[in-house]
């Protein structure tokens, strides 16, 4: 009934007893194969030598849980986690084993570890798809200036002394911009890790950061070179960055420490300030805090976040630089498949052919040992109750369970603990049940009163004197809370998004776009004394205001695409119009526009989820399609509303073309959060048609 595979084995390692999951487990093999093979047969990883160390190691203790590839008779492999203990009965060494399949865990642990990494690959993307649009439209016009600025100094005696202050400092303004230009650059894209690495770049930024930031900085490091892959070196440089920033943001502190150390066997990274520091239920889920805890799940490293209010707060981060001790799969083709015949063979002699056979009856003392120690060992809760639903066995994982001792639980009953099973329910279960139950979801109180969810196996036992139940306990608690994470993933990994985006047009808008600001005015007081300045430099001044203009439209033109907070001032239908009148024309491209209004018909959340499936399916356009037409469309058919957006480009072919395109999968999840359908068609030489249906609450006419 468990969910866990028992086994039995001898001081050699040849099965004595399989309960029918580790049977079940095992698929292919039957019983009496099972039980002529040994450990060494069925794990490749775990040799005769290896169990025989564990056999002594079990006499001064419980092992660490371990993992292990287990191979099912077709060859295939699977992994399980396994304790075991150690038995001596009449003189002689058992081993009993309980075997959990973590295939599923596993499997969830790497579908996490690619969201993850597709969410931080996303903002790096994104972090240097800014970059380069600042360099590429600010940054080369910040340039023109300078030359614009040199011709109008290079004739001082041309330049009315009233307009020199506001020259000069309209040039120490510019100087700002453009160092704030850099910084920004070369943090969204530290392009100085590939030429540095990693312990150069961090004591170039952190003492940049404690100067910016007026801050007495205490900075150690140690050479790493060597110990990290590129991308490790970006996750570790990301973590510091962002603990720093968080440091400025909310710490208030006057001095900052950063260590970079290294151990034979770990890397540390510690970051602490003497700021404000939080309480221990201060919440934690921010931006950064996220990005960082993914960061260190994707290295396998460690990251604690200390802090005490008062007395500031301290990150750190422990990465593994040691062989993983975790298992991992052998080589298939190194170890051929073989039946019980060979793999008796395969033991190289380390049974000899006069021992007992393995499937001697145990003896009735050691059978009810063996029982005892499986019942405590196992994960799961054991109980077994009478008619009346009053326990009569409890195991140790019962107690740990519902955090009442055994005595407590053995005066209780299933109605005491389970609120799904009221005296009349529990009877009218008595009389119907049969056999074995299929599993069933249910409820459980625990002394403190919490209630836990949990997943039972029940079974009726009959007895000549009364029938008796036995149940599988399973705390489904960390299942649901894991499930929930899964399923709220997708919003989360939008929502991380969006809140860099902000992040992004925030730093653009303050470091940026008001120093630009400030270069208007200067540059309009200029130009208000253009009178009394030659000719020939009023076209100069009149260039640089210009490319200003220039500037400060493509800044705001970043800052609206990362954060469009058009979209609650007015509206999706007239937000989209703007941008793709302003895609076009960038991009040089012929544009057909139809919309309708979808006031009230979508939640702000939808309404920003449409505006960036449009933006995404048009920046595709713009990266790929080679398009010299775009047409954008949002009508209303009904009680849906439906956006389109469809060029003339190169097009692909849809059945080759990678799904995982993190473009495609941002639209898709924005799609599924809404319950909305989205449909990308394309055909390679014929363009790419993305089409996104929502349902909406009335009905309405298209046009």
Request: charged fraction near 25%.
């Amino acid at each position: 009934m468990s969910n866990e595979g028992f086994y039995l084995l001898d001081r050699r390692g040849r099965f004595l007893y399989v309960n029918a999951k580790g049977h079940a487990q095992m698929g292919g093999y039957t019983m009496e194969e099972l039980l002529s093979l040994t450990v060494s047969d069925i794990c490749p990883d775990v040799l005769p030598e290896r169990f025989a160390e564990n056999v002594a190691a079990l006499a001064d203790g419980p092992l660490p849980l371990v993992e292990a590839w287990t191979r099912r008779k077709d060859g295939t492999m699977f992994l399980v986690e396994v304790s075991m203990a150690r038995l001596e009965f009449a003189g002689d060494v058992y081993l009993f084993g309980v075997a959990c399949d973590i295939t599923e865990r596993k499997a969830a642990e790497t579908v996490r570890k690619s969201l993850a990494a597709q969410l931080l690959h996303t903002i790096e993307r994104e972090r240097q798809r800014v970059a380069r649009e600042l360099h590429d439209d600010v940054g080369q016009a910040l340039a023109t200036i300078g030359v614009l600025l040199d011709a109008i100094e290079i004739s001082p005696a041309t330049v009315p002394e009233s307009v020199r202050p506001a020259l000069t400092a309209t040039r120490a303004t510019i100087a700002e911009i453009a160092e704030s230009l850099a910084r920004i650059v070369r943090e969204y894209h530290p392009v100085e890790l590939l030429g540095l690495g990693l312990e150069d770049t961090l004591r170039a930024h952190a003492p940049q950061f404690a100067d910016r930031h007026k801050l007495a900085l205490r900075l150690t490091t140690e050479p790493v070179e060597g110990l990290l892959t590129p991308e490790q070196e970006l996750h570790v440089y990301r973590i510091v960055q962002e603990a720093l920033a968080n440091a400025a943001r909310h710490a208030r502190a006057k001095s900052l420490q950063v260590a970079l150390t290294r151990a034979p066997d770990r890397l540390v990274v510690r970051v602490r300030d003497d700021g404000i520091g939080f309480t221990p239920d201060a919440p934690t889920c921010g931006i950064g805090l996220v990005t960082m805890r993914e960061r260190a799940m994707l290295m396998r490293g460690e990251l604690t976040i200390e802090s005490a209010p008062g007395r500031g707060t301290a990150v750190q981060l422990v990465l593994p630089l040691a062989a993983e001790q975790a298992a991992t799969e052998p080589s298939r083709a190194a170890t051929p498949t073989h039946g019980p015949a060979e793999a008796r063979a395969s033991t190289q002699g380390a049974l000899r052919s006069d021992e007992p056979a393995a499937t001697r009856p145990l003896p009735a003392a050691l059978d009810l040992e063996v029982f005892r120690r499986m019942a405590d060992m196992s994960s799961e809760a054991f109980m077994l109750a009478d008619r009346d639903g009053r326990f009569i066995y409890v195991n140790d994982c019962a107690c740990t369970l519902s955090g009442f001792d055994r005595g407590e639980l053995l005066t209780m009953s299933v109605s005491d603990i389970n609120p799904d099973f009221p005296p009349p329910e529990w009877r009218e279960w008595v009389v119907t049940a049969r056999g074995a139950a299929p599993p069933f979801e249910t409820r459980h109180w625990c002394k403190d009163g919490t209630l836990i969810p949990v997943e039972i196996s029940a079974a009726r036992i009959e007895r000549p004197d009364e029938p008796y139940f036995f149940g599988v306990v399973r705390d489904i608690s960390e299942r649901k809370e894991a499930e929930a994470a899964q399923n709220g993933f997708t919003r989360r990994l939008l929502h991380t998004l969006e809140a860099e985006r902000q992040r992004v047009a925030r730093e653009l808008h303050d470091e940026v776009g008001q120093a630009i600001a400030a270069v208007g005015v200067l540059l309009h007081t200029l130009e208000n004394t253009l009178g009394s300045i030659p000719q020939d430099l009023q076209q100069e001044l009149a260039a640089t205001y210009a490319t200003i203009r220039q500037i400060t439209e493509s800044v705001a033109r970043i800052v609206r695409d990362y954060h469009p907070a058009d979209l609650l001032a007015l509206g999706l239908e007239e937000t989209l119009r703007t941008h793709a009148r302003q895609f076009a024309q960038r991009h040089k491209l012929t544009l057909r526009l139809a919309t309708v209004s979808a006031e009230g018909l979508l939640s702000d959340e939808h309404a920003l989820h449409v505006y960036r499936i449009v933006q995404e399916a048009l920046a595709n356009v713009a990266r790929h399609a080679c398009a010299r037409h775009v047409s954008v469309r949002l009508v209303r058919q009904r009680r849906r509303l439906v956006a389109t957006v469809r060029d003339d480009g190169a097009g692909f072919d849809a059945a080759c073309t990678r799904a995982g395109r993190l473009g495609l999968v941002t639209m898709r999840e924005r799609a599924a959060l809404m319950d909305a359908a989205l449909q990308v068609r394309s055909t390679p030489g014929r363009g790419t048609e993305v089409r996104l249906t929502v349902a909406v609450g009335a009905p309405g006419i298209g046009r």
